[in-house]
Structures are given as C-alpha cells and as structure tokens.
T-cell receptor, first 115, second 111 residues
Framework: GAGVSQSPRYKVAKRGQDVALRCDPISGHVSLFWYQQALGQGPEFLTYFQNEAQLDKSGLPSDRFFAERPEGSVSTLKIQRTQQEDSAVYLC?????????????FGQGTRLTVV | ELKVEQNPLFLSMQEGKNYTIYCNYS?????LYWYRQDPGKSLESLFV?????AVKQEGRLMASLDTKARLSTLHITAAVHDLSATYFC???????????FGEGTQLTVNP
C-alpha cells in the first residue's frame, strides 16, 4: 500500500497478557517511530529506528515494552504482561530520511484496550 | 526537556468566524508541524514550518512560526463545520529523532 499500515486496528487484551503490534512503514523509508496516544492526549514518543538500528528508546515506559525492526522495514512493538494503564492508541510513523525531516507519515494506529 | 503547550485546549466557534490557536514551545527547534486528527483516525499533516517568519496557507487555515518567540499560530478564517477536529502542533527535538506534541486543541464549529 501507499501509506503506513498498522495491524491489528483494535486489540483487547486481558491484564497480564502479552501483545504484539505490527507496523508496515512506507517502502524505502529509513526512519520509523512509535508513539503512544492516551485518550484525549497528544501522542507521546516511545522509540525510534533508523533502518534496523534502534537509536532512541528513551520513551518506552517500562521494561515490559520492547520494539524491534530486524530487517529495517516492518517493526513490531511488544508489550509484556499488559496493565490497564497500557490502554491507548499506538501510532507508527515513518520518514524517508534518517531523522524526522520535513515529513513524518502516520499510520491509523492500533487501539489497545486492556481489561 | 522540550515542552509544547497549546491553547486553547477546547474551542467552540460558529461558522463564519475567525479564531487563532497558539502553540508555545520551550527550547530551540528548527521545525514545527501542524496535524489534524479526526475522531478514531490518524494524524493528517497540515503544515511544516521550517524557518523564522514562515507562513503557510491552505484553504481557510494559515500557520505561522516565530522561532525567536518560540510561538506558532494556526489561524482559522471563516470557519466551516468540516474543520471540526483536533489540531496538534509538534516540534522536532534538536536530536531530530522525535516529535514532541502539544496536548491538542479540540475544535468544534457549530452551524
């Protein structure tokens, strides 16, 4: 597809369950970003990849959160032992450059609800 | 730590009226973005402002940037219902590796 694709669009997880969220960036895009958006808030940075290298993971809220991009294209955000406070929309964005540059294209997000 | 503040957070206006949304940020940055978000949807890029004094216009929306004051404005002219959405400003951190977003301004345009 032409845009950033995320799956699943919606995920309901029981507290304590592990989840994996997938992001397919725009083909050829060097940079990939994950953001967390709580209800009624602006997106908050989680982590940044340049190709397969995770250059900044300072926004990950705890060691239960883990992200990878092994081949420099598709990325997975994994949350272990989910908690209710993890409920949010998780947004993925990609950029053609090795930094945010003049454009970051966002996917539609995965809405995670932890019950 | 870079902080981005928007005001107002909620804005209800009548069709045909003008209004301005303000975005202040705390540290030097050379790029500022405005995004629109409709309920349940992702972020749609509206403007990228790259330099002091930059002004961009698209339809009824006009954005400007004053890097010395660390202030951007999004001006709405003769609002129409279709502009109802949440508007975010976002600033690139000096490292270039992340965007820091404001809290968003929820705009409702009433007939």
């Amino acid at each position: 597809g032409a845009g950033v694709s995320q799956s699943p669009r919606y995920k309901v997880a029981k507290r304590g369950q592990d989840v994996a969220l997938r992001c397919d960036p725009i083909s050829g895009h060097v940079s990939l970003f994950w953001y967390q958006q709580a209800l009624g808030q602006g997106p908050e940075f989680l982590t940044y990849f340049q190709n397969e290298a995770q250059l900044d993971k300072s926004g990950l809220p705890s060691d239960r959160f883990f992200a990878e991009r092994p081949e420099g294209s598709v990325s997975t955000l994994k949350i272990q032992r989910t908690q209710q406070e993890d409920s949010a929309v998780y947004l993925c964005a990609s950029s053609p450059w090795g930094y945010v540059g003049t454009e970051a294209f966002f996917g539609q997000g995965t809405r995670l609800t932890v019950v | 730590e870079l902080k981005v503040e928007q005001n107002p957070l909620f804005l209800s206006m009548q069709e045909g009226k003008n209004y301005t949304i303000y975005c202040n940020y705390s540290t030097t940055s050379d790029r500022l973005y405005w995004y629109r978000q409709d309920p349940g949807k992702s972020l749609e890029s509206l403007f990228v402002l790259l330099s002091n004094g930059a002004v961009k216009q698209e339809g009824r929306l006009m954005a400007s940037l004053d890097t010395k004051a660390r202030l951007s404005t999004l001006h709405i002219t003769a609002a129409v219902h279709d502009l109802s959405a949440t508007y975010f400003c976002a600033v690139v951190e000096p490292s270039g590796s992340r965007l820091t977003f404001g809290e968003g301004t929820q705009l409702t345009v009433n007939p």
